[in-house]
């Protein structure tokens, strides 16, 4: 007979991602409590831990009690602790900052999926506390000035009408200057990939596999690449050039993570700004920034497919429950 308290697809791969993601977390945030410097931002790392296992034995003992195996989550195996650190206090505190503004929608399409009681109550309280979580690194960083340089356009007298279709400008060129969503998607795809870049430089930094190397200096070059173009659309307007971070990486060349760690990191920062991208090519409205994003998606999206390989290759990825058994 059909168990009708069996979990969802949406559910299993909502606690599936939930368990492996967050057990990367516990690591990742126990290593830079260890390393940091600045006790407010201990502090706040610590509530950041909270919430990471809070989330992987949520996540685990629902698993558990549906009867379905864990996948492999990451342990202190993927982590050296005693390990020098890598990054500086101020980058941690933005890497938090991108990952718990692209965990936000995560867990509120979950909550919405979960169809059992157990399960909606899970992500309730996992939203609820990253909310809280958000609001407290927001005011960390606001104190810290490390929402610098704002950007602040001219209030307009009125609201007008928008009276001709040329406003789209063409497929090549703007016709008009950037409008606020389009600064807003802009400058949030930079910084996404401002961070993803730092990553791929302190991984190159302290990678010992020569496949992998390669494959971070690949996306090294394509983060490059993407950050001069999205500056570039704002220079064009005036606008003024963002931070980049490069004085936040130390020297030190001893790895405080495995490679499996690595790659899996990687991995969720593509699939993070695969999402951005395609969230930015449903709100801009200028023809020639479409076709910038489009352009810098197929890339980033084929650069995703290679690292997925890797992963198959290196024997790193877990499958997924399917609809039937092979």
């Known amino acids: 007979m059909e168990n009708t308290n069996a979990l969802t697809p949406g559910e299993i791969t909502n ?12 690591g990742v945030t126990s290593y830079f409590i260890g390393t940091a410097k600045d006790p407010e931002v201990v502090e706040w790392l610590e509530k950041a831990l909270d919430l990471a296992s809070f989330q992987v034995s949520g996540a685990k003992n629902l698993l558990d009690q549906s009867g379905h195996p864990l996948p492999q989550g990451f342990s202190s195996e993927d982590l050296n602790f005693k390990a020098p650190a890598l990054y500086n206090d101020n980058i941690i505190l933005f890497v938090k900052y991108i990952l718990s503004e692209d965990a936000g929608p995560v867990y509120t399409i979950a909550l919405s999926e979960a169809k059992r009681s157990d399960v909606r109550d899970y992500y309730l309280s996992v939203v609820t506390k990253l909310v809280n979580l958000i609001n407290q690194l927001v005011a960390l960083m606001e104190k810290k000035g490390l929402f610098e340089p704002k950007i602040h356009l001219p209030v307009p ?88 971070w490069e004085s936040e990486i130390t020297d ?15 991995s969720v920062f593509v699939s993070s700004t695969i999402s951005r991208y395609g969230t930015a090519l ?45």
């Open 15 to 26: 606690l599936w991602n939930s368990y492996l993601s967050n057990s990367m977390a516990v």
């Open 157 to 244: 007298g009125n609201i007008e009408k928008v009276q001709k279709q040329s406003f789209a400008g063409n497929w090549l060129t703007g016709r008009r200057p950037l409008n606020a969503v389009e600064i807003t998607q802009i400058k949030s795809n930079f910084i996404n990939m401002e961070l993803m870049h730092e990553f791929f430089r302190s991984f190159i930094q302290i990678c010992s596999s020569t496949k992998l190397r390669e494959h971070l200096i690949r996306g090294q070059e394509i983060t490059e690449k993407h950050m001069d173009i999205f500056q570039s659309l704002l220079t064009a307007d005036e606008l003024p050039n963002l931070p980049t």
């Open 252 to 266: 030190s060349t001893v790895s405080p993570f495995s490679e499996r760690l690595m790659l899996y990191k990687i």
């Open 282 to 326: 449903g709100t801009i409205m200028r023809k020639d920034i479409g076709v910038e994003f489009s352009r810098l998606l197929a890339e980033i999206s084929l650069y995703g497919e290679d690292t997925l390989n890797l992963m198959i290759e290196f024997g790193y990825l877990d499958q997924l429950p399917l609809a039937r058994s092979k």
